[in-house]
């Protein structure tokens, strides 16, 4: 039998057509989710929204920091906010045309376009005008969100209500098809960081050395930002604009305490980061509070733990550690 959401998908708009595998996928996982509900008891999984506002989170437990760990080793961890606050303006793009013009795009689309454009302009102005990168940062984030506000206020009736979404996310409006723009975006930022690994991450540590051995550096950071831009536009749907970038850099800073290697650190915050968007989007349901400030709030905690634990084993480490006596020269 087709799933109710294939056949209309295939009767809606070219989108919805081209989306129309992905819906069936998220039929197949709200399935999955209403049998875990029934034998396990937990109401909030008897949601459909609650399903979606699940997958859309552990995609973004693993993007977040999948990406976010090359930022942190390249002190590039505000790229984030600046990005964030054009993709606001991208939202605001998107409503624009559809509250104006009633084109009918989907805003998180529209965020991409603009994210990724503003991303390129970080990386094109630093490279020609010398400027540091946080000075480029700074003028796309402040150009972005100026636009954004612009923008929501020549149609402040029609945007005013629905921005706030975007601003600080939502669980009950992740629409089945911005979930399957999500799982677009999972498998392009996934896909890319595994073709590309060992060339971003010699990038990462040493410019000068990967520049001589023939790896192009700028284009390799310039893919590094246009990633960067996808995750905080696929974050954005339940972290919202304002608490985005704390997904890039929380999980990878408490990863960061108790790893041994880059490896490691990449394996263990995507562990810390699937954990805070679980706890947190179920304390977010039941306690009837924004879901990104709670998943925040629970990043941070198990960064404080993470802190905590990463004393001890070096405390424990210093311990084990002989200590060398003094030399006595006559004994020589």
Not at 15 to 38: C, I, Q
Not at 145 to 169: C, D, E, K, P, R
Not at 233 to 262: D, E, K, T, Y
Not at 280 to 288: H, K, L, P, R, V
């Amino acid at each position: 039998m087709i799933p109710v959401e294939l056949v209309a998908a295939l009767q809606a708009g070219p989108l919805d057509a081209a989306l129309a595998p992905l819906y069936w996928l998220l039929a197949l996982w709200s399935d999955l989710l209403f049998a875990v509900g029934d034998a396990t008891g937990l109401g909030f999984l008897d949601y459909r929204f609650m399903h979606r506002a699940i997958l859309v989170g552990l995609c973004i437990g693993v993007m977040a920091p999948l990406i976010g760990t090359f930022l942190v080793h390249r002190q590039l961890a505000l790229i984030g906010d600046a990005l964030a606050h054009t993709a606001f303006a991208g939202v605001a793009v998107g409503l624009f045309l559809n509250g104006v013009f009633s084109l009918g795009v989907s805003p998180y689309l529209t965020a991409v376009v603009v994210a990724v454009i503003a991303a390129l302009l970080i990386e094109l102005i630093s490279e020609a005008t010398d400027a540091y990168n946080d000075v480029s940062m700074a003028i796309v984030l402040s150009t972005g969100f100026a636009l954004g506000t612009v923008l929501i206020s020549l149609n402040a009736g029609g945007l005013a209500v629905g921005i706030n979404q975007y601003l600080f996310g939502n669980l009950s409006t992740v629409s089945a098809e911005n979930a399957a723009i999500l799982l677009v975006l999972f498998a392009v930022i996934v896909g890319t960081v595994a073709l590309t690994r060992n060339q971003l991450l010699y990038v990462t540590f040493d410019e000068t050395a990967a520049a001589v051995s023939g790896i192009s550096v700028t284009w390799y950071n310039r893919v590094m930002v246009m990633l960067t831009a996808l995750v905080v536009v696929g974050a954005m749907q339940i972290m919202g604009v304002i608490l985005v970038a704390a997904m890039l850099v929380v999980p990878v800073a408490g990863a960061a305490q108790v790893s041994r290697s880059f490896s490691e650190s990449l394996l263990v915050s995507v562990v810390l980061a699937e954990l805070a968007v679980l706890l947190g989007i179920g304390a977010s349901y039941y306690g009837e509070a924004t879901a990104g400030g709670v998943i925040v709030l629970v990043a941070v905690g198990i960064y404080v733990v993470a802190v905590a634990i990463g004393k001890v084993q070096a405390r424990a480490g210093a311990d084990a550690t002989p200590e060398l006596g003094s030399i006595d020269s006559r004994e020589a």
